[in-house]
T-cell receptor, first 113, second 119 residues
Framework: QQQVKQSPQSLIVQKGGISIINCAYE??????FPWYQQFPGKGPALLIA?????SEKKEGRFTISFNKSAKQFSLHIMDSQPGDSATYFC????????????FGTGTQLKVEL | NAGVMQNPRHLVRRRGQEARLRCSPM?????VYWYRQLPEEGLKFMVY????????ESGMPKERFSAEFPKEGPSILRIQQVVRGDSAAYFC?????????????????FGNGTRLTVT
């Protein structure tokens, strides 16, 4: 299966709070898991990515947690800001598939003051 | 440093017409990917091309859709005889290599898309 399941569909967080978005996959051939951020009218922009040999990766306020045995990974946004309000997509890439990504269905994040 | 350039940004076509979407990859990138995004949905892979070659077209509808990436010029996604169900945002992405080498990643960089509306 090539599917990547993402939840929740939408999320409202207070300024300064933690935003958590979860993804799950079936295909064990996936070897690279990026997260993309998309603002209205724009293309997706790479936020952070992880490989399955690492359980956690942190870049600034953004952290990916990866659970290989459960085939799950999540994005944590610490100290969420109104400027983080956007749609977030998880994705996965198969070994030998070039850079072809399978995307989750997206999470609309709104950070309120 | 120009990013991935797509044009037009918005395209309106009547049913039965042809739509041509253009994509110029980032400088130095020779791999191009096309994705389609329907409202409230994620991006769906359509086709992967290198210069003058289609590498993977497993996500392309079998009829009416075609793509090319000539030796010179932009990549073109062509939709013939458009129908209302073709209305979507079409995104192009490029990367420097088809898969990362040891210890290196070549991520996909996306353009801002072409929003096609079929009336």
């Amino acid at each position: 299966q090539q599917q990547v399941k993402q939840s929740p569909q939408s999320l409202i967080v207070q300024k300064g709070g933690i935003s958590i978005i979860n993804c799950a996959y079936e295909n064990t051939a996936f070897d690279y898991f990026p997260w993309y951020q998309q603002f209205p009218g724009k293309g997706p922009a790479l936020l952070i990515a992880i490989r399955p040999d690492v359980s956690e990766k942190k870049e600034g306020r953004f952290t990916i947690s990866f659970n290989k045995s459960a085939k799950q990974f999540s994005l944590h946004i610490m100290d969420s800001q109104p400027g983080d309000s956007a749609t977030y997509f998880c994705a996965a890439r198969s070994t030998g598939g070039g850079n072809k990504l399978t995307f989750g269905t997206g999470t609309q994040l709104k950070v309120e003051l | 440093n120009a990013g991935v350039m797509q044009n037009p940004r918005h395209l309106v076509r009547r049913r039965g017409q042809e739509a041509r979407l253009r994509c110029s990859p980032m400088k130095g990138h020779s791999h191009v990917y096309w994705y389609r995004q329907l409202p409230e949905e994620g991006l769906k892979f359509m086709v992967y091309l290198q210069k003058e070659n289609i590498i993977d077209e497993s996500g392309m509808p079998k009829e009416r859709f075609s793509a090319e990436f000539p030796k010179e010029g932009p990549s073109i996604l062509r939709i013939q005889q458009v129908v209302r169900g073709d209305s979507a945002a079409y995104f192009c992405a490029s990367s420097q290599m088809n898969s990362p080498g040891q210890g290196a990643d070549s991520p996909l960089h996306f353009g801002n898309g072409t929003r096609l509306t079929v009336t």
